[in-house]
């Protein structure tokens, strides 16, 4: 087999081994990719924070604008960034006893403090375990005693949760305005800070996955992953200084994390936080004439009823991800901007995006085609590469991968040192990847595959449909049958009519066999924070 990892390596500075010890076996790591130049030049101690933040400032980026609030009322210069994280780390240190490899939970929502709260984590040595802020306290607490936590960041509007969790936890907010108030505490300290010396192959992030099926399980990254994922995506993306991006995804979900502070801050440009798809967004792209969007599909397909009301004309760019982007979305938005979206695939375990394509590479309907350092291919269930044209399960290669902590599904997801993403898709001839379903949710109805994914972008080409999801269910005769749920536009009401109309517009849109049998119409759908349909949840309506 090939060298698993080839990367950058370092003398740790951990004190607590927590991480370390609880790596998967090296034999089990998928193969890292390195070859791509700029990640060559990582060198073995490397911390993240001073790479993206302190080296900003050095580089005479100090007074450019980095965190803006949705609102506008609070705006971040890299200088001030970097001084208030230095603050913070000092806190978590001296008042905390932080050291090197310490998990630190951050509870919060898209505000320019908890970017500076990141920071001071990342500068002090420790291990972000951050958390969607709607999480409840007892999928907390689970997250707590996985990680072993005993201490934790939060924002004010939502710590009572973490303290809910668990009683014994440290738990630090910002916002209460109090003498132990993490911005009140940090307003003491020195805005001077020498960062943890870490090695390029530290844990610097404990990223769970956000949940469309069973119990989470925790992927884990290195200092070098964070620039890695920046440095293979950009030249995609190809941003300059003078971008302004923006987007809904929280900075819990790695695809937040990446699009709205490391990628921009990868190249000087500055970020507009906001707390909610729809309108909020669109008032923040209007407001601070954002020109690069990072959000999930389902929210592009909000914004397309209120688009008349808002000024876009700064936009430039929009990023998709979090599940496949339906090609009638693509389109309308498209017609209605002169925007053709990037769709994307990523994976938390991948710790961001790894294919994907860009402007006039774009091919409407296909995910895109493999970043600069990646490789990709689709495999049957001997691993074996399949022709193209021919359905199986993605296979991935990069300079980033798969590395659970302390779980035995490692060896699900991580085959032949390729990670398994469990995604179906299939390669055309020019290269291009076309997603089909999540592996598991393949609706296989009287010998036929049947991709969910394919009828639902079908519904949403009819009039009346504003969000739909397509699943398997079981039948006695055909082994499944195809069921939508659909979600119906203002104005649109349910009726026997509208289903077979909507059955009608399908078999007319695509293989008469794919329209769904049983239609049922719902109020919304289940989705986790990151906005992936939890299809789990439908098919257990039945």
Known sequence: MAVVDSGPKGTTAHTDTFTKDNLPPVDRWPEMNWDLEPLRQYPGQLNCAVELLTKAVARG???????????????????????????????????????????????????????????????????????????????????????????????????????????SIRAVAWGEDHADDLLVLARKESEEFEAADTAADDVVLLAFTSGTTGSPKAAMHFHRDVLAVADIFLPVLQPTSDDVFCGS???AFTFGLGGLVVFPMRVGASTVL?????????????????TICFTAPTAYRMMLDVLEDYDLSSLRLGVSSGETLPEPTFSAFRDATGISLIDSMGSTEMLHIFIASSGDDIRPGATGKPLPGVRAKVVGPGMEELPPGRVGRLAVRGPTGCRYLDDD????????????????FFQDEDG??????????????????????????????HHAVADCGVV????????????????????????????????????????????????????SLPKTETGKIQRFKLRSCG
């Open 432 to 461: 291009y990847f076309w997603f089909q379903a999540r592996a598991d949710d393949m609706i296989i109805s009287s010998g036929y595959n049947i991709a969910g994914p394919e009828v639902e972008a079908s519904l949403l080409k």
């Open 61 to 167: 980026w100090g007074e450019r604008p980095c965190m803006k609030s949705g609102d506008g009322n609070v705006t971040f210069t890299y200088a001030k960034l970097d001084a208030l994280s230095n603050q913070i780390a000092n806190v978590l240190v001296d008042g905390y006893g932080l050291v090197a490899g310490n998990r630190v939970l951050l509870h919060c929502l898209n505000t320019p403090h908890a970017v500076a709260a990141w920071f001071g984590i990342v500068k002090a040595g420790g291990v972000v375990v951050a958390t969607m802020p709607l999480l409840r306290p007892g999928e907390l607490k689970t997250v707590i005693q996985r990680a072993e936590i005993d201490l934790a960041l939060a924002d004010s509007e939502v710590a009572e949760a973490v303290r809910t969790a668990d009683s």
């Open 472 to 523: 398997g269910v079981a039948d006695e005769r055909r082994g499944q049958l195809v069921k939508a749920f659909v979600v119906l536009k203002e104005a649109m009401e349910p009726s026997d009519g509208l289903v077979v109309e909507l059955q009608e517009f399908v078999k007319n849109d695509i293989a008469p066999y794919k329209y769904p049998r049983r239609v049922a119409f719902v109020e």
């Open 249 to 251: 995804p929280p900075l």
């Open 274 to 290: 906001t707390e909610r798809p729809g309108r909020p967004l669109l008032e923040a792209i209007e407001r601070h004439n954002a």
């Open 409 to 424: 599904r490692q060896t699900d997801y991580v085959q032949d040192a390729w990670n398994l993403t469990g995604d179906a």
